[in-house]
Structure formats: C-alpha cells, structure tokens
C-alpha cells in the first residue's frame, strides 16, 4: 500500500524498462522558472542581512530571521529528499519527526549571518536539479502521492508529486515576506503567484465574503495580517481568517 502511494511503478517489477523521462510540461517548466526567480529575491534578501539584522524578530511569533531562514534551509533539504525519494519509489519523507525538524530549525538560528545565507544558497541549489529531474519524470510519477512530512506534524496530507513544486513556491515567497523586511512585503509578490495561491486556500478552506487587494487578502487567508483594503462585503472589518494555512 505505501509503496504505490509514493509511485514505485517506476521500480515494479511489471516495468522494469520505463524508459526515457517524459519531457516537463508547460506548466511544471513554468514553476520551475517561477521558483527560480522567488529564490533569487530571497536569496538577495538574506545576504542583506547583517548579524544584528538576522537576530531581529520576523513576523511569525518567537521565530527571529535566522528561524526563518534555517526553516527555508532545512525545507529545501527535505523536499530534495522526498523528491529523490519518490524518483527512486522508496517512501521518503521530509523530516524524521516534528521534534527533529525544530530541533535543526532552533540550532541553525543563531549562526552568524554569512553562514545562514550561504546554507539557504547551498540547500536552494541542492533541491533546484532534483526537482527538475522530478519534473521531467512524467505523469506516472508526478501522479503518485508523496508525504509531506512526518505524521506528528499532523496537518501535511498526501499529495501528488508534482505539488513538491508549488509546495516550495509558496515556502519561498510567503516566509520572504515573513522575515519582516520593508523590501519585500505582499503587494510585491508577484501576481500569478497571488491569484494561484488564493485559489489553493479557496480549495482548502472555502471562499471567504470579503473584498480587497488581492495580495492582501492573500495575506490575510494565510494569517499575515489584514492590509487596509480587506473588507466583509457588508464593509466591517475581516476578523481572523479561517484555519487552513
């Protein structure tokens, strides 16, 4: 059963010549331009920081920049390993439990500077050719379901492959604007990016009866704040978003 959720037709011994990748499709070519440019903006970002800059507090409760930053790091690492995993149709999840992965989010956090830039780079360039090669693997593979973590995470269902893709997308966008800085906030995230990801919340929460910016009603569904132009329809102001980010 587990190994059929994570595609291990590419190893069944019913196809043991599955022959050569399937070229990317259009839209997977796409994300992976997509993520490109979100990683060189955060990338950009993070080597702005000095040491005093990353110790600063981001905007997510008891994390500081360097959480955020190692968070980025460690993501990247654990989706290279579930992606490599389902290449190989060995079951492979992001982190070995929830203890682990705060465990290497705390210790990461207080690094200088330099050194926490320098391992989002190393962990962006380790996971960019494995999700390129996932992305030419064809449907088969990008169909099969894949767990996003550890089950004590407690909110990570299976999904299919292909959603590793967007998965980081949203991972690098959202938490740049989570470090906190006045060179990348919502209105600057671009706005494809905005407009797929509020159809994702829609898909995962319902649609909401309110009104405004699209990048700040993003902002909002994702527990980022309410920007001025985010109204109830009956023009009072939104409230907390519904559970579901």
Same mark, same amino acid.
């Given at each position: 059963?587990?190994?059929?959720? %994570?595609?291990?037709?590419?190893? @069944?011994?019913? $196809?043991?010549? /599955?022959? !050569?990748?399937?070229?990317?499709?259009?839209?997977?070519?796409?994300?992976?331009?997509?993520?490109?440019?979100?990683?060189?903006?955060?990338? +950009?970002?993070? @080597?702005? &920081?000095?040491?005093?800059?990353?110790?600063?507090?981001?905007? &997510?409760?008891?994390?500081?920049?360097? $959480?955020?930053?190692? $968070?980025?790091?460690?993501?990247?690492?654990?989706?290279?390993?579930?992606?490599?995993?389902?290449?190989?149709?060995? /079951?492979?999840?992001? %982190?070995?439990?929830? =203890?682990?992965?705060?465990?290497?989010?705390?210790?990461? +956090?207080?690094? !200088?500077?330099?050194?926490?830039?320098?391992?989002?780079?190393?962990?962006?360039?380790?996971?960019?050719?494995?999700?390129?090669?996932?992305?030419?693997?064809? =449907?088969?593979?990008?169909?099969?379901?894949?767990?996003?973590?550890?089950?004590?995470?407690?909110?990570?269902?299976?999904?299919?492959?292909?959603?590793?893709?967007?998965?980081?997308?949203?991972?690098?966008?959202?938490?740049?604007?989570?470090?906190?800085?006045?060179? %990348?906030? /919502?209105?600057?995230? !671009?706005?494809?990016?905005? =407009?797929?990801?509020?159809?994702?919340? $829609?898909?995962?929460?319902?649609?909401?009866?309110?009104?405004? =910016? !699209?990048?700040?009603? &993003?902002?909002?569904?994702?527990?980022?704040? +309410?920007?001025?132009?985010?109204?109830?329809?009956?023009?009072?102001?939104?409230?907390? /978003?519904?559970?579901?980010?």
């Amino acid at each position: 059963m587990g190994a059929e959720r %994570y595609g291990s037709a590419v190893t @069944d011994p019913r $196809h043991p010549e /599955p022959g !050569p990748p399937a070229p990317a499709t259009e839209a997977d070519l796409a994300d992976l331009a997509d993520l490109a440019a979100a990683t060189a903006r955060l990338l +950009a970002s993070a @080597d702005s &920081l000095d040491d005093d800059a990353v110790r600063a507090p981001s905007l &997510l409760p008891g994390w500081t920049r360097g $959480h955020v930053l190692s $968070h980025l790091a460690r993501n990247a690492d654990g989706m290279a390993r579930t992606a490599r995993g389902v290449l190989a149709g060995v /079951p492979a999840p992001m %982190y070995d439990s929830a =203890e682990a992965r705060e465990a290497a989010i705390e210790q990461g +956090a207080g690094r !200088p500077a330099a050194e926490i830039a320098d391992d989002v780079r190393r962990s962006a360039e380790g996971l960019a050719p494995v999700l390129a090669e996932l992305a030419g693997a064809g =449907e088969e593979v990008l169909g099969s379901l894949v767990l996003f973590g550890p089950p004590q995470l407690g909110r990570v269902p299976d999904q299919p492959a292909r959603s590793l893709l967007f998965g980081r997308l949203r991972e690098v966008e959202v938490h740049h604007v989570d470090l906190g800085l006045p060179s %990348y906030r /919502p209105p600057d995230w !671009p706005a494809a990016f905005v =407009e797929r990801t509020l159809l994702w919340v $829609h898909a995962r929460t319902g649609p909401i009866d309110v009104v405004g =910016e !699209p990048a700040e009603v &993003l902002a909002w569904r994702i527990g980022r704040g +309410a920007g001025p132009s985010v109204r109830r329809l009956d023009g009072s102001e939104p409230g907390d /978003p519904p559970a579901g980010w």
